[in-house]
T-cell receptor
Framework: GEDVEQSLFLSVREGDSSVINCTYTDSSSTYLYWYKQEPGAGLQLLTY?????DMKQDQRLTVLLNKKDKHLSLRIADTQTGDSAIYFC????????????FGQGTELSVKP | GAGVSQSPSNKVTEKGKDVELRCDPISGHTALYWYRQSLGQGLEFLIY????????KSGLPSDRFSAERTGGSVSTLTIQRTQQEDSAVYLC????????????FGSGTRLTVV
């Protein structure tokens, strides 16, 4: 079935790199996404990767995709306290109208 | 409009009452999605609209939940005879093509059933 798994918590020190991991199940997904949710706010699209790519870099964010293992990761370089939030990975079910299947979210805590 | 608008932003209701949650998508977005986020949970897909029709209602938890969309625009999610387990944040998103790319989420409606 459809399932996206993430670890629930990650704690890092300010200035360190953060790596958030995700596994997904649908090998036919065209896009895979990372969303950020700050306390009391809606979901903000952080970045995405097309399924035929292995890596995508966008400023402090690096997305790595291992299609063989169905593993997606988000690396945040030089993590700041403002990066504290919940991060969701999601796969798009393009043959089902584009609905997104989300992981449970990883709560990132950045300590000064 | 400029973004996806949801109303009300907060709703407290008594167990057993019916509630209606509204979503105004971005103008021109043909696809509209409802999700539910319960405390400590990820986002659970509820229903998807393409235009006014709903090809995928597979996520609706029970027959107390229904949704409609009119004029290819506004959507209403109705929960009848609310239960405490319905307490959650209900999020709406819209996109141009229904491809999963280019979603825009609203800020959600926080529903509390007491």
């Amino acid at each position: 079935g459809e399932d996206v798994e993430q670890s629930l918590f990650l704690s890092v020190r300010e200035g360190d790199s953060s790596v958030i991991n995700c596994t997904y199940t649908d090998s036919s997904s065209t896009y895979l996404y990372w969303y950020k949710q700050e306390p009391g706010a809606g979901l903000q699209l952080l970045t995405y990767i097309f399924s035929n790519m292995d890596m995508k870099q966008d400023q402090r964010l690096t997305v790595l995709l291992n299609k063989k293992d169905k593993h997606l990761s988000l690396r945040i370089a030089d993590t700041q306290t403002g990066d504290s939030a919940i991060y969701f990975c999601a796969e798009s079910m393009d043959n089902q109208g584009g609905k997104l299947i989300f992981g449970q979210g990883t709560e990132l805590s950045v300590k000064p | 409009g400029a973004g996806v608008s949801q109303s009300p932003s907060n709703k407290v209701t008594e167990k057993g009452k019916d509630v209606e949650l509204r979503c105004d998508p971005i103008s021109g977005h043909t696809a509209l999605y409802w999700y539910r986020q319960s405390l400590g949970q990820g986002l659970e897909f509820l229903i998807y609209f393409q235009g006014n029709s709903a090809p995928d209602k597979s996520g609706l938890p029970s027959d107390r939940f229904s949704a409609e969309r009119t004029g290819g625009s506004v959507s209403t999610l109705t929960i009848q005879r609310t239960q405490q387990e319905d307490s959650a944040v209900y999020l709406c998103a819209s996109s141009f093509t229904g491809s999963g790319y280019g979603y825009t989420f609203g800020s959600g409606t926080r529903l509390t059933v007491v």
